[in-house]
């Protein structure tokens, strides 16, 4: 990220001031790829998002290419990566049956792999 979270918060919020809702998500979004523990990113992405002009059933879900990548740590055996980005996902979308139906099947999976 080229500028300082401090700085890229700041711009995020800005956004959200002129109502630019999308901007300001995707700002949340830049810095939670960098820190997918930062509060105040995590709480601004969602509370941008929720002024998203979107139905509900649409910002309950992860974006497609977030499922996908998920998928692909699956189908690589990447369980422990795909459990934390799965968790990172969820703190976004906690409404997201898609997630938590995910992460059932990951630790499922990690069940079975400690058996062994």
Do not use: C
């Not at 080229?2 to 711009?11: F, N, R, Y």
């Not at 934390?84 to 139906?101: D, E, G, I, W």
Request: charged share 20%; aromatic share 10%.
């Amino acid at each position: 990220m080229a500028l300082s979270v401090d700085s890229a918060l700041s711009k995020a919020l800005k956004h959200e001031k002129k109502f630019e809702w999308q901007s300001a998500a995707a700002i949340y979004r830049a810095i939670l790829d960098d820190f997918p523990n930062n509060t105040s990113a995590i709480k601004g992405y969602n509370r941008a998002l929720d002024r998203v002009n979107k139905p509900p059933s649409v910002l309950s879900e992860p974006p497609q290419e977030e499922t996908n990548a998920l998928l692909h740590l699956y189908t690589a055996g990447q369980f422990e990566r795909a459990l934390s980005s799965a968790q990172r996902l969820l703190k976004a979308f906690p409404r997201s049956f898609s997630l938590l139906n995910f992460m059932g099947a990951l630790y499922l999976q990690k069940r079975i792999l400690h058996r062994h």
